[in-house]
């Protein structure tokens, strides 16, 4: 049986990480695009304006939504579950929507978000909510095991959203309100399908969307054992994150937010492997807690741990190396002063994906007030880091702007996720030394080969002007060497032998399965 489910596991896994490869090309075109589209004030108050909207969401969440997929991948069939977390998020966002309207009706909004319109901030608060069933549904569906239906109809939304910003790009339509409504439009065709798969799924039968009173308070109480312990972090959380980009906003404006939201999408397209592949994961860590299996979780963790930091690493670091190239192609020279920030913001995503999985367990085990109070102090010795990189030097600062935000972002992230590392390790019964040592070898080893290649196609291609084309055959290159380096020592990416043939036999597959379809 426990063959049976690491099969399973493995199928989705690298399904997902196929389709994946498969989009990698459509996000870069469509970041390629967006930037350039919105210029960098646009482009960093549409950020500016999510992020706050995700950060109070999240905050009145209150860390429920991880509670939510824990439960639901331990016990598929809990669809009172469901229908209690849906009236949830419904309460929630009404809730927000009320303070927004006193904000507005105060003008307290003026202060909050500085320089904002007030169309743009109900649009974003609208944005976050969709953002936030989106992501719901998309963990009901990886609960449920659905995730290569998924993956499937997913790609062809992404191809569909790529045709509709180069339609809207190539007519110059693309300004801060037509890009929202091309946000709420791929969200739409995304929910859609997630509801389309959760329809058919035999364990989702709900019979009525009414909840008795004795239902709803039993939920009430489970939720609040298992996440009261993050109520403090989740409120610290959302002050700390909105205080950074507040006060980028206040002492840098926004097209600072702009340099910061570019160098963060960056990062963002870096970690879309590891983000991709961690709801499954942290799936078969619930399943296998609620069963009692602490050796199994161990093995997961001892596997895909380092393979996905690997797998980040080996896009982060090459991305840090040609962060020039990177913001000019994204960006155009519009965006030429956030280099910096997108070269230091690109290492972000490989110990994010280390903190996703290390979460994934204390979230698993129920260890939340562990989790709190480390994230607790990371967040509290932050904001006085983040002061002191963005105010102007006349207010005791570096005046470092984005770069300063990059700076704070990736030093905290590194350490915090090493605590966590720790303590994760402890509980598994693993070794925590043999995890830094992955990551300074992987990094390290990754930063030397990205600097080697890029180096010897400069010197090749010297005095030519097309830097898409400098940059393609560098990252060719460089996935070769990686490739290489891969099938010699595939213990870098925590795999083995039989590993490395079960990956090849896969890819393999789906090569002669298209070869026999044309």
Not at 252 to 270: E, H, M, V
Not at 364 to 393: C, D, E, H, V
Request: glycine residues 6%; aromatic residues 16%; contains cysteine.
């Amino acid at each position: 049986m426990a063959e049976q489910i690491n099969d399973s596991l493995k199928k989705r896994y690298f399904y997902k990480l196929f389709c994946n490869m498969l989009c990698i090309p459509i996000s870069l075109l469509c970041q390629g695009i967006i930037p350039r589209g919105l210029g960098p004030k646009n482009y960093g108050d549409f950020n500016y304006l999510t992020n706050f909207f995700s950060q109070i969401l999240n905050f009145l969440g209150m860390g429920t939504s991880i509670g939510f997929y824990t439960k639901l991948s331990q016990k598929p069939n809990r669809n009172k579950l469901v229908v209690f977390y849906l009236y949830f998020i419904g309460a929630v966002s009404f809730l927000v929507l009320v303070l927004v309207i006193i904000a507005q009706v105060t003008g307290l909004y003026k202060k909050i978000l500085p320089d904002q319109g007030l169309l743009y901030i109900y649009l974003a608060l609208f944005l976050g909510i969709f953002i936030w069933i989106n992501e719901v549904m998309n963990q009901m569906v990886d609960a449920y095991g659905l995730t290569v239906s998924a993956e499937i109809r997913k790609s062809f939304q992404k191809i569909a959203g790529l045709i509709l910003i180069g339609v809207l790009f190539i007519y110059n339509k693309i300004n801060l309100f037509n890009f929202f409504l091309y946000n709420f439009i791929l969200l739409f065709m995304s929910i859609l399908i997630f509801i389309s798969l959760i329809r058919k799924e035999p364990r989702f039968n709900i019979d009525t969307l009414k909840l008795k009173v004795i239902e709803i308070k039993k939920h009430i109480i489970e939720f609040y054992e298992y996440s009261h312990p993050l109520f403090i972090y989740a409120v610290l959380s959302a002050i700390a994150n909105i205080f950074d980009r507040w006060l980028l906003q206040v002492f840098g404006g926004s097209i600072k937010q702009g340099f910061f939201a570019l160098s963060y999408q960056i990062g963002s397209i870096c970690f879309l492997f590891a983000g991709a592949m961690t709801p499954l994961i942290s799936r078969e860590f619930s399943i296998a807690y609620d069963k009692k299996d602490v050796g199994t979780m161990a093995d997961l963790f001892r596997k895909h741990i380092p393979l996905l930091c690997s797998i980040t690493a080996f896009i982060a670091c090459f991305a840090a190396v040609n962060a020039d190239k990177i913001t000019l192609i994204l960006g155009g020279g519009k965006f030429r002063d956030a280099t910096v920030a997108v070269c230091i913001m690109s290492f972000y995503p490989i110990h994010q994906a280390y903190g996703q999985l290390t979460g994934s367990v204390f979230y698993s085990t129920g260890q939340t007030k562990l989790y709190r109070n480390i994230g607790l102090f990371f967040l509290i010795i932050g904001l006085p880091i983040t002061y002191f990189m963005i105010a102007p030097k006349n207010n005791m600062g570096l005046d470092a702007g984005a770069t300063g935000l990059a700076i704070k972002t990736v030093l905290i992230n590194i350490l915090s996720v090493n605590v966590l590392l720790y303590y994760s390790a402890r509980f598994l019964h693993l070794t925590f030394w043999k995890f830094v040592a992955h990551q300074i070898i992987v990094i390290a080893s990754f930063v030397l080969c990205a600097a080697c290649v890029t180096s010897v196609i400069n010197k090749i291609f010297l005095g030519h002007s097309n830097i898409i084309l400098t940059f393609a055959i560098s990252g060719i290159l460089y996935a070769f060497v990686i490739g290489a380096f891969f099938l010699w020592k595939p213990i870098i990416f925590g795999l083995n032998r039989k590993d490395v043939n079960y990956i090849l036999s896969f890819f393999h597959k789906k090569s002669r399965g298209k070869n026999a379809q044309k």
